[in-house]
């Protein structure tokens, strides 16, 4: 069990937030939609916030009712059961469908599992004061570097030697990073949206920093450090300001979750 859950979420425009949370007592999953670039036609009559609700939902209500399959098991499923809600109105074959990043820790029998797909990664607090961060970073290894092109994102985009989010493809879960540790060992777990995790690869912050504020000041802190380096130093690439979303989990004994604490 977690001891306590607290997250922060914040958009990153006057667009709605595309980011979400769900969690409960011993599980935590965060979802970041992929936005659409402009004039890409998507095969999709449902947007990218109707996409991540919808998974999320899916998510949660196998891990609430104690799902005994692997995180990434639970995955294909959820994205089935999505893929099925919508195909008799979209064109689920479109590599433009709406897509989502997905990370997940949960705690069972004494372990924690983690699974991430896509650029959200997760960060694991030792009790020894060491860190282990999952990331998967497959978008950033596309051939020819950045700025990619609208074509050859379409093309590398749940493909085999691409990257793997979570659209209308139930076999893209096979392909997350997965793992697992012994819980005991553990104090937390940081689970972060792209939005965030810019401090480390924009701003040169050290994953070590970013848990530090996270577990003294909060989730609510660290994305305002985000902002306040966007706004002074300008971003690296793409948007000026990205929806933000981090969640610390601490372990123990004890549950208590707090309320969002969303801006």
């Not at 011993?26 to 916030?49: F, M, P, Q, R, Y």
Request: hydrophobic share 45%.
């Amino acid at each position: 069990m977690f001891a306590e859950i607290r997250y922060a979420t914040r958009p990153g425009s006057g667009r709605p937030n595309e980011d979400l949370v769900v969690a409960g007592p011993s599980w935590i999953v965060v979802l970041d939609g992929a936005t659409a670039a402009g004039g890409v036609e998507s095969g999709c009559v449902h947007d990218v916030a109707w996409l991540v609700g919808r998974l999320g939902g899916e998510l949660a209500a196998a891990l609430s009712v104690g799902d005994g399959g692997s995180p990434a098991a639970i995955l294909e499923a959820a994205i089935e059961r999505t893929a099925r809600a919508h195909a008799g109105t979209c064109d689920l074959g479109n590599p433009d469908s709406p897509s989502a990043t997905v990370a997940m820790v949960r705690v069972r029998s004494g372990r924690l599992e983690y699974l991430v797909l896509g650029d959200s990664p997760v960060v694991l607090a030792f009790a020894d004061g060491g860190l282990r961060v999952v990331a998967d970073d497959r978008l950033e290894r596309l051939p020819g570097g950045r700025p990619y092109s609208v074509e050859l994102v379409r093309r590398m985009r749940n493909a085999p030697g691409g990257f793997w989010v979570a659209a209308a493809r139930p076999e893209a879960a096979r392909e997350a990073v997965t793992g697992e540790v012994d819980a005991g060992a553990l104090r937390g777990a940081g689970v972060f949206t792209d939005g965030v995790s810019r401090l480390v690869e924009w701003y040169g912050w050290s994953w070590a920093s970013v848990l530090a504020l996270l577990a003294e000041r909060g989730p609510a802190a660290v994305i305002g450090a985000v902002r306040e380096l966007e706004t002074a130093r300008g971003p690296v690439q793409g948007k000026p300001h990205d929806d933000a979303t981090a969640v610390w989990g601490r372990l123990g004994a004890e549950l208590s979750v707090t309320g969002s604490e969303t801006d």
